[in-house]
């Protein structure tokens, strides 16, 4: 009896959820989007495919909605917050490194100057992800991971940086999610280095969290068994690789995805050229006051190609000036 | 006023599925498992781990169960479906390759010899997987594996092979997912070609669903992109690389995992060595009557390392023949 008596007073509690909460939380989902024709996309696209009994209507298993991170979901700039990350691990392990001294980037990263290492290209900031992230074990990478990025302040808005995401965001998500959307995370960041905030940040489990990776080594100590971080990148999750990781991982089209630069052109490519209604969107970076203002030949997040296409292809493009009335979260 | 209305019935079947149903159905979860050792030891499980408020209590994102496919959810006797399915395709695709007719393992299918073309060994069966699930896109690859595992009848039981699913298994699967569980399949079958039955068969959807695979190439055919699928492998989803995939893609230890063959050890044992309530447990094909009778120097699923350590480490071990009472889902 007691257990029914749990169960119906569960019940209740679902019923609340469902019958009332809505009704008074429902008048704005997304509150920090001001009235334009980028909400409005939002919106009548969520309408149409969540509408049953009309050609639209997606079924919720099929409602897989793929976001990338630096960007679109946080701040990127001055430098991706992974590779602040990254010099800061340089600097603490420079002591255990002395070939380090003579060797780039690590050398100029050891001398703080940023700019010099980032001279390398991607090649050479592969590198320094892969050799800093390495030699421990996974658990061991969560806790380093999950400390920075909880603590460590960037130098601009002085927060930690598991708070420089975009409350506007962070509001969408939360709407297609009560839509029956499943939101994922399709980014070219590290994906133990996302995991390490994405739930407590985005309500995003690990699952949901695809990214580049590292190769892993299953090993014993002893008795006890270990993953191994090895020194060597095993998938660059960006580009044509987004789309292949979204085929092998999630296994489905997605209806929606959200980018903003190049890296992202073939995800809202392939998300938009499935049938039915689509939402492909790119958030333009276009507000130095109260983030920054970048896009065609920046050396982070580059906007050319995709903004291109997304003009010509009629994707919604988000003002970040003029569509967002927040940008982060309040403190 | 209508939307409410509709909010407040959708709540009410909410309120009976929640409070009244189970009511109904929760005399047993499990009715295909005989009252005994192993039964008892997955109840008690998931009575630990969803009681609040106890040491053992494991919240629900937390909640991961991790399934092999071949010998664990499905018969993988006398030769895994997925390999009928290639031998199937080598007979249909000889006449545009002449080649094959020369070269082993073809020659030896295109002739209907599957045994020498076993003796070939992991390599051939690989190669044959690869050269017979490529050239095509993902998506035309998805319709021919569906069509095939729907239709395609075994030799023994005459049933189409997405009905050779363990009833017992299935049940299981329910059971935990009414616990709060997410289940994942960990095989390491061909992860598009599991895709193709698995939501219908077992109720996991394709991005619960890990596997091996093979290299894919994001391509424009005009203005239309697609997924290629090239003849070369990518991840070989067994043994030490189920904990690898485990990591890179769930990013979470799972708390129970169900195998039945020494390719699941690691997995296994991985699973076990977290802190916490742990299951982990091996199917065990002792009943050649109703199925098939094998474990130790068996040419698949051969079980010989795990089943030590499933008896050293006190994993439960399931006798089909003693604990279930039923092999097959009623037609």
Redesign the interface.
Known sequence: MKW?AG??L???A??WL??VA??AAAQDPLPSWNTGTSKQAIVAFVGRVTKTGTPDFVPV?QR?ATFDNDGTLWIEQPVYAQYAFAIDRVKLLAASHPEWKNKEPYASLIDGNVESALAGGEDSLLQVLASTHAGMT?EAFERIAREWVTTKRDARFKRPYSTLVYQPMLELLNYLRANGF?TFIVSGGG??FM?AYA?EAYGI?????IGS?GR???QMRGD??E?LKLPAVDVVNDR?GK??SI??????RPIAAFGNSDGDL?ML??TA?GKGARLALLVHHDDATREWAYDRGSHIGGLDKALDAAIARKWVVVSMKNDWNTILPKR
Chains 1, 2 share one sequence.
């Open positions: 029914a169960r119906i569960a019940a209740f679902v019923v469902i019958a809505p009704l298993p897989i996974t499943k994906v133990e995991r739930e489990p690990p699952e949901q969290v990776s892993l080594k299953y006890v068994p993953l044509d789309v292949v085929q092998k991982i999630i296994g489905r073939q490519e392939w050229a």
